[in-house]
Nanobody, 121 residues
């Protein structure tokens, strides 16, 4: 079964840094876009950053200049480097990707379980 497996996250003071990693586990045929979303309590899930295969990363305005998304196509991984963290960056960060499970099959959406990021003031 194909899964997105996240690592990283935790508790950090404001101004600090964290790095999140996400890896595709299982056999797949291809990876389209890879993204990070976050959800704070009582808020809607929001897109933090997305990177398409061979494309320029796109960031939410709130994280531009502080976060960097990067992917490794050989390893089918996507990382999110988060610098200058603020308390409002706290939430559950979820990795997402559109995958092609077999040659010729359609792209399907897949989500990780999420990892908690807490930024203290």
């Amino acid at each position: 079964q194909v899964q997105l497996v996240e690592s990283g996250g935790g508790l950090v003071q404001a101004g600090g840094s964290l790095r999140l990693s996400c890896a595709v586990s299982g056999s797949i045929s291809g990876v389209n876009d890879m993204a990070w979303y976050r959800q704070a309590p009582e808020d809607e899930r929001e897109l933090v950053a997305v990177v398409y295969d061979g494309g320029t990363p796109i960031y939410a305005d709130s994280v531009k200049g502080r976060f960097t998304i990067s992917r490794d196509n050989a390893k089918n991984t996507v990382d999110l480097q988060m610098n200058s963290l603020k308390p409002e960056d706290s939430g559950v960060y979820v990795c997402a990707a559109h995958l092609r499970l077999r040659a010729g099959s359609p792209w399907t959406s897949h989500w990780g379980q999420g990892t908690q990021v807490t930024v203290s003031s």
